[in-house]
């Protein structure tokens, strides 16, 4: 394990005991954009999935590189992203998987959904460890606005940014389910921003919240961060090699878990397509493949997928 600090770099005690290998600089312009450099420099190691041969999922790296500030953080389809300095959590989390998985459309969109749950599992968790309390346990719920966003009291409270990046060569991220390399082995970068200790008036929109806000109690956030940091990296460690393990067979056991969860099920949606294209309607469902199943206005049930579209609240 190796860690590289400069400045006012997140401290990451329980992070480094929990991930295989971290890195963490006081600001970046993403910390998907320098996950994906180093990788292309060799500055991240590259370790393929290991298989027992017992019939065990397969054992997964998982490194982390984490910034307290990023200049250009952006979302899904280029959508910016802001942090603030000593009160965002701004991380990615990087293992390779096998580019089947990555670039099967019947599976791949799982990838994000998964992320979702493993972000809601130590956000849960990481309260409860430091022993902070929801100000309203019910309106307060963390939830995921599918396809990448992360909810709290029907708010913005964080996103999730995966990333597809060939091991050899020029890297390009694109979204998972666009991208596809002839590798057979890919990494994974999952971005992951979240709103911890911003107040007021520093939210970047009125459909956005912060943690803070919805809890009492709450540690700083140098120590929730790293808390929350070091559960995601065992969740999605443990969740990812279970995944590709089987995919298929551990879709619909994800799809459970995320569908109490879903806070777009049964609202009303907009969708705009990279195309240009939009489609309003109701949510109505999540099918087998990750996608979500919208009724339009014109009465059709429209399947949309994750990788062609953005979709806001109508």
Not at 136 to 157: A, F, I, M, Q, S
Not at 232 to 242: D, H, Q
Request: negative net charge; charged residues 20%; proline residues 6%.
């Amino acid at each position: 394990m190796t860690v590289r600090r400069r400045g006012m770099a997140p401290y990451l005690p329980l992070t480094e005991q929990a991930a295989d290998h971290v890195v963490s600089v006081a600001q970046a312009d993403s910390t998907n954009a320098l996950a994906r450099r180093m990788l292309r420099d060799g500055e991240l190691p590259v370790h393929a999935p290991q298989d027992d041969g017992e019939g065990r999922p397969p054992k997964l790296a998982m490194d982390a590189v984490f910034c307290d500030v990023q200049t250009a953080g952006h979302g899904r389809l280029g959508r910016t992203w802001v942090s603030e300095p000593g009160a965002s959590f701004t991380g990615s989390f990087v293992t390779v998987l096998p580019r089947c998985v990555l670039t099967d459309p019947a599976v791949n969109g799982w990838l994000t959904v998964i992320a979702g749950l493993a972000s809601l599992e130590a956000l849960d968790g990481g309260l409860g460890e430091c022993g902070a309390r929801r100000v309203d346990p019910e309106e307060c719920r963390l939830t995921l606005k599918w396809p990448n966003d992360l909810y709290c009291h029907g708010l913005k409270l964080g996103g999730i940014l995966t990333e597809m990046v060939p091991l050899d060569g020029d890297v390009a991220g694109e979204d998972v389910a666009d991208d596809n390399v002839a590798d057979d082995n890919v990494a994974l970068v999952i971005g992951i921003g979240i709103n911890l200790g911003l107040h007021a008036a520093q939210l970047p929109t009125p459909q956005s919240t912060s943690l803070q806000m919805h809890v009492e109690g709450l540690p700083p956030v140098s120590q929730i961060r790293d808390i929350v940091a070091a559960r995601l990296a065992k969740s999605l460690r443990s969740r990812l090699a279970a995944f590709v393990a089987d995919p298929a067979g551990a879709a619909p056991a994800i799809r459970d878990e995320a569908l109490p969860l879903l806070w777009t099920l049964g609202r009303r949606v907009e969708v705009t397509f990279v195309d240009g294209g939009t489609l309003t309607g109701t949510a109505i469902g999540l099918n087998e493949d990750a996608s979500l199943q919208v009724r339009g206005d014109d009465g059709a049930d429209h399947d949309v997928h994750t990788g062609d579209v953005g979709v806001l609240p109508a």
